[in-house]
């Protein structure tokens, strides 16, 4: 079994004291240096596996130490120690390439927790299955995603909360998802959440937890969001949604690192890693004072950019078989392709909808293509409007368009819902009058086999 030892740097003795029983306690090994100088001297003979550092030395401070490390020992996670409350510090320590930051005095179990944290980074990463399928929004070969690839990869071995930044559909919980599977949380909790989805009466309760009996309706326990997410990372997706009573809250969450469940009267402590994102410009609702300062400070300590599809065209081959692939596995099909003229056509699309556009596109074009093969005109690329030879507009295939003869019904509906039903009463039809020869029943719908396929499987026919 592998040794770790860690070198505490700290010009107080007792201090040093202190971090060395701990962590000697813990089966580490110890070195201490009470100033830079001999702690960069430590730091290339021992190269160690951790390093915790204070934030004042005699000869400079705790982010010259980490500036010293990143270039000269990448690998080695450093930790500093700050005074209490003192924020600023802390976040300059973090977008200086600190793995984390603990506050004085310090608390003996936050630091375990850290130390344990840092210290699974030095081990080696099984990739698993769900590591091997999830980059597939992340495939492709421009200079644009190898960098975000990279920016990833290094944002992995922080604790330093990331703002994530793009357009609708352009992966960013996917981002969130592949920091979290190559960091030293990837054995515990991925939880996402969009904070637009959440009404703003039941926010605190859903983040936070509550008791039993604390309001009407609270018949059992709730552990909460943050809860939920211990050990692991908590993904605030559409973060600029919040209302501003739920920022406050939400910013004491972060920084105390404990939340207090609605109707109880003592913080429980998390251990958490907070991603979040937005597609809205939040420097400008800053300004505005919809979104408040210092949580922006705190979520944005770095920033990570999501480029938009169309800025990397020439991967757009790559993430289309990937696509056409799980497609074809999802629903028991055969593979298709793309014909060159349908890549080209898919190079000079705009994809306002991103990734998520183009696997919409290649869904619908999967199910109307035949012989396996998806052509340009099987990808409907325009304003959702096709034209009759007649020259009158029909709806395009794939847009939703009340069935010939249909009732339309009066009131509130579920339109999604009515329209299943519609297409699933046409299908039964059909393949009752067949004695349930797909082949034929797919003929006497006027669509493909494959399509027939798609839509047993989709809406549970099979």
């Known amino acids: 079994m592998t040794t770790h030892t860690a070198l505490i740097v700290d ?14 306690r813990m089966g580490i090994e110890t070195l201490t240096a009470p100033d830079l100088a001999s702690a960069r001297v430590l730091l290339e003979k021992h190269r160690p596996h951790l390093c915790l550092t204070d934030m004042n030395l005699p ?50 179990p936050r630091l ?53 930044s793009g357009e609708s559909g352009s992966g960013k919980e996917l981002v969130a998802r592949m920091i979290h599977l190559q960091g030293p949380r990837r054995g515990g909790p991925f939880i996402a959440v969009n904070c637009g989805a959440i009404p703003s009466e039941l926010m605190e309760s859903e983040f936070f937890g509550h008791k039993k009996g604390s309001f009407t309706g609270a018949v059992e ?18 973060v600029a949604d919040l209302p501003l009573a739920m920022q406050v ?20 402590p998390v251990d958490i890693r907070v991603l979040s994102a937005t597609h809205k410009n939040l420097p400008e609702l800053v ?3 919809s979104f408040r300062q210092d949580l922006f400070y705190r979520i944005n300590v770095i920033e990570l950019a999501v480029p938009p599809l169309r800025a990397r065209p020439d991967d757009i081959p790559l993430l289309a078989d990937h696509i056409l692939g799980r497609i074809a596995r999802e629903y028991e099909c055969d593979p298709a392709t793309l014909t060159a003229a349908a890549i080209e056509r898919l190079k000079h699309y705009d994809f306002p909808g991103n990734v998520r556009e183009l696997e919409n596109i290649l869904e619908r074009a999967f199910t109307l293509c035949d012989d396996d093969r998806i052509d340009a ?86």
Not at 14 to 20: A, G, K, Q, T, Y
């Open 11 to 24: 010009d107080e003795p007792d201090i040093r004291d202190l971090l060395e029983i701990t962590l000697t």
């Open 59 to 108: 000869d400079g401070n705790g982010i010259d130490l980490v500036g010293w490390i990143q270039q000269h020992l990448p690998a080695t996670p450093v930790a500093v120690i700050t005074a209490y409350g003192n924020m600023d510090t802390a976040i300059e320590s973090l977008k200086a390439g600190a793995f984390d930051f603990v506050s004085k005095p310090v608390e003996l």
């Open 112 to 164: 375990r927790e850290l130390v344990n944290s840092a210290l699974r980074l030095s081990e080696p990463q099984k990739e698993d299955e769900e590591s091997r399928d999830e980059p597939g929004l992340l495939l492709g070969n421009s200079p644009e995603i190898r960098k975000l690839r990279n920016q990833t990869r290094k944002l992995a071995r922080s604790q330093a909360p990331v703002f994530i």
């Open 221 to 238: 326990n709730k552990a909460g969001l943050f809860r939920s997410a211990d050990g692991g990372t908590l993904f605030l997706d559409e």
């Open 249 to 268: 809250k939400l910013l004491r969450a972060i920084q105390e690192k404990a939340v207090r469940p609605v109707g109880d009267t003592k913080e429980v």
């Open 287 to 289: 300004q505005e004072g």
């Open 377 to 462: 005109e099987d990808l409907h690329l325009g304003n959702g409007v096709v034209p009759t030879p007649s020259g009158q507009p029909t709806v395009a295939p794939g847009d939703a368009g009340e069935p010939d003869g249909a009732p339309v019904p009066e009131g509130e509906i579920d339109l999604e819902g009515y329209l299943e039903s519609i297409e699933r009463q046409a299908i039964e039809k059909a393949l009752e009058a067949t004695r349930w020869n797909k082949t034929a029943a797919a003929k006497r719908l006027g669509i493909s086999f494959r399509a027939l396929r798609y839509r047993l499987k989709k809406l549970g026919m099979e």
